[in-house]
């Protein structure tokens, strides 16, 4: 057992209970053993449980929230009879960014004082940042979700952890002090997911092997060039147990490089900023196991009927926050619900996978809908590309911005990738080419490998991974 072992067993067992409880009057202890063997009850138990939770919320509502209480009055929603969830699709009941936007405070719920909330800002990465609130309680029950969800990996509270991620720019250098000592103290190290040259990717390797964490949690984009340069230097990685993914969409070739360069299994998860972890992947692999005790998760095809197997529009209902209650709410992802079952015992469904947001798409002239993976899968393999962008200035008109990384011909380089892209002349699309010296990354530091630049969009980039 190394020295951030023995801490993190002391963490877990003494100063995390303690510190939890009476220093900071939360209860995170306490929710994390009441929800622990939540993902093994039987599935009528579960059932009843998020029938019960949905009525209750409803309820809420409609006593305490404005809008809420509109639209089902404008619907004619019979609150008192709801069973389940499809009963407000078929009223076509629903919030999303833009309701939040338009809404503004008729979506909070008035039996909570202003100082019982808290502010939380979604990352932007589809346009401007958008506010909602949250009450301690909520927050530290959604911690207690992710810490349950990590325990399917056997990754334990305390268990010593390198977070590569996004973080606020603008603290002053007490505050940044601050959060770095609470980092250290829950024994995570912090480095930024904002830095992805060579240098600092270099530098972030090092430092993390000295750290010596059991696991790292990343952005997949950061974590995905750390991994190639691995390969290509040569370097020894740490020694991990895992690797826990999120923020972007996992490509089945960057799970590969990944787990072939730090030589451990790396697990995905899902979540956002308005809901942190919706879904986790245990250690069977089989796909992520939704936290179906606090969230509702459907999955639509293009006429708004749930489907189970196939791509489709995600939509998410909270059924523990009560402070600005997202009820059908169009994150703005697509994802594949799956109908196995896992050999882990745990009934909780599975999400097969993420594919990735709604805006990452772009329509060709002639109504030929061009998704971001055909981006990945034509230019991932192609030599000499560091990083890449997709931009779509016009309608008919896309151009490719790519980092070069001086391991090949630039001018070949190039003419590879304007090769791969050619059919989309068919659909009346013309490519172009710019060498760039860096491709600026997303308010809270991920990478938008595909975004709409045409006058009006109003987006600053869609969520996703870059090759």
């Given at each position: 057992m190394t020295g951030r072992d023995?801490?993190?067993?002391?963490?877990?067992?003494?100063?995390?209970?303690?510190?939890?409880?009476?220093?900071?009057?939360?209860?995170?202890?306490?929710?994390?053993?009441?929800?622990?063997?939540?993902?093994?009850?039987?599935?009528?138990?579960?059932?009843?449980?998020?029938?019960?939770?949905?009525?209750?919320?409803?309820?809420?509502?409609?006593?305490?929230?404005?809008?809420?209480?509109?639209?089902?009055?404008?619907?004619?929603?019979?609150?008192?009879?709801?069973?389940?969830?499809?009963?407000?699709?078929?009223?076509?009941?629903?919030?999303?960014?833009?309701?939040?936007?338009?809404?503004?405070?008729?979506?909070?719920?008035?039996?909570?004082?202003?100082?019982?909330?808290?502010?939380?800002?979604?990352?932007?990465?589809?346009?401007?940042?958008?506010?909602?609130?949250?009450?301690?309680?909520?927050?530290?029950?959604?911690?207690?979700?992710?810490?349950?969800?990590?325990?399917?990996?056997?990754?334990?509270?305390?268990?010593?952890?390198?977070?590569?991620?996004?973080?606020?720019?603008?603290?002053?250098?007490?505050?940044?002090?601050?959060?770095?000592?609470?980092?250290?103290?829950?024994?995570?190290?912090?480095?930024?997911?904002?830095?992805?040259?060579?240098?600092?990717?270099?530098?972030?390797?090092?430092?993390?092997?000295?750290?010596?964490?059991?696991?790292?949690?990343?952005y997949v984009s950061p974590l995905y060039l750390m991994a190639r340069l691995i390969e290509a230097r040569g370097i020894e990685p740490p020694k991990l147990d895992g690797i826990v993914t999120g923020g972007e969409?996992?490509?089945?070739?960057?799970?590969?490089?990944?787990?072939?360069?730090?030589?451990?299994?790396v697990y995905n998860s899902y979540g956002c900023s308005e809901f942190m972890n919706v879904a986790h992947e245990c250690r069977e692999h089989r796909g992520m196991h939704l936290n179906a005790d606090g969230f509702i998760v459907e999955v639509l095809d293009g006429a708004g009927r749930p489907v189970v197997g196939e791509e489709g529009e995600i939509v998410i209902t909270d059924l523990n926050n009560y402070a600005t209650p997202l009820v059908r709410y169009r994150i703005g992802d697509r994802g594949v619900l799956s109908d196995r079952t896992c050999a882990c015992g745990r009934t909780f469904p599975l999400m097969e996978k993420v594919v990735g947001r709604t805006s990452d798409a772009m329509k060709a002239p002639d109504g030929h809908e061009l998704h971001s993976m055909y981006f990945h899968w034509r230019i991932r393999l192609i030599p000499g590309i560091h990083r890449f962008q997709v931009a779509q200035k016009a309608v008919d008109r896309i151009e490719i911005r790519v980092v070069h990384d001086g391991s090949t011909d630039r001018e070949e380089t190039g003419r590879m990738i304007l090769d791969a892209f050619a059919d989309l002349a068919e659909h009346g699309v013309t490519a172009t080419l710019a060498f760039v010296d860096d491709i600026p990354l997303s308010r809270s530091g991920k990478m938008n490998f595909f975004v709409s630049e045409m006058p009006g969009s109003g987006a600053s980039g869609a969520g996703g991974g870059s090759a």
């Open positions: 023995f801490y993190g067993t002391l963490y877990r067992n003494a100063m995390f209970p303690a510190y939890d409880r009476l220093i900071k009057r939360r209860n995170i202890h306490v929710y994390f053993r009441e929800i622990a063997e939540h993902p093994r009850m039987p599935l009528p138990e579960l059932h009843e449980i998020r029938r019960r939770k949905l009525q209750a919320l409803l309820d809420h509502c409609v006593l305490h929230v404005p809008y809420y209480r509109r639209r089902f009055e404008e619907t004619g929603l019979d609150v008192g009879s709801i069973e389940d969830i499809g009963e407000l699709r078929e009223r076509g009941i629903f919030t999303s960014k833009e309701t939040i936007k338009t809404a503004g405070a008729d979506l909070r719920s008035d039996a909570f004082a202003p100082e019982e909330l808290h502010r939380k800002f979604s990352s932007g990465t589809s346009g401007t940042p958008i506010q909602l609130h949250v009450t301690k309680d909520y927050w530290c029950l959604q911690m207690a979700t992710k810490y349950r969800a990590e325990s399917w990996i056997w990754k334990a509270i305390g268990a010593p952890t390198t977070y590569l991620w996004g973080h606020r720019l603008d603290l002053d250098p007490v505050k940044r002090l601050k959060v770095s000592l609470y980092w250290r103290l829950q024994n995570y190290q912090f480095v930024s997911a904002f830095e992805v040259g060579e240098r600092p990717l270099l530098d972030g390797i090092e430092r993390i092997r000295r750290f010596g964490p059991r696991f790292i949690e990343a969409s996992l490509f089945d070739y960057q799970r590969e490089q990944i787990e072939r360069s730090f030589r451990c299994p």
